[in-house]
């Protein structure tokens, strides 16, 4: 089981003249929060911090970004595709163990029915039966009974290996 810690958001302090105003007064608080929350990672290998908050604060001027956080605390629906954008990576790490990095796009297509249209004697999903045949040498043989203390490894010839 993986934990994951998602930081607590910036979010606006309702007050005048500018709620959306970054830093203000519960500015403190949120990253004594976040800051206690990213050490845990350090504790216990199976907790995993991650912090979005600066994909909703304008660089620019140091404000929030009303567009993601409209009545300055819960995202809105950009808001949240920005937030899943944040946690993909993470979640997909956690979920599928590290994937390659990729650049590569292609379309999807589906390959029974591209098949079907270029071959006009496909005839569906052939099945067959796979048989295997071991050598007799491979076959551990029983062990014998022996009078030494070491009985299991007595039988086996140590020059080779065989019985």
């Not at 959306?20 to 403190?28: G, K």
């Not at 004594?32 to 660089?59: R, W």
């Not at 650049?103 to 029915?113: C, F, G, K």
């Not at 569906?124 to 014998?144: C, H």
Request: aromatic content about 8%; overall charge negative; charged content about 15%.
């Amino acid at each position: 089981m993986q934990i994951l810690i998602v930081g607590i958001l910036p979010r606006g302090a309702w007050s005048l003249p500018d709620p959306f105003a970054w830093p203000n007064r519960l500015t403190e608080a949120i990253n004594t929060v976040n800051n206690a929350s990213q050490a845990l990672p350090k504790e216990d290998p199976m907790i995993h911090y991650i912090d979005c908050g600066p994909d909703f604060i304008n660089a620019a001027n140091h404000s929030l970004n009303a567009t993601l956080l409209p009545e300055y605390l819960h995202p809105s629906t950009a808001g949240y595709r920005v937030l899943a954008d944040c946690l993909k990576p993470v979640v997909d790490n956690l979920v599928l163990g590290p994937q390659p990095r990729w650049n590569v796009t292609a379309p999807l297509m589906d390959v029974r029915d591209n098949y079907t249209n270029t071959c006009a004697d496909y005839k569906g999903a052939q099945y067959t039966t796979m048989s295997a045949s071991v050598s007799p040498k491979l076959i551990p043989k029983p062990a014998t009974q022996s009078t030494s203390s070491n009985s299991l490894y007595s039988s086996l010839d140590t020059t080779t290996g065989d019985r």
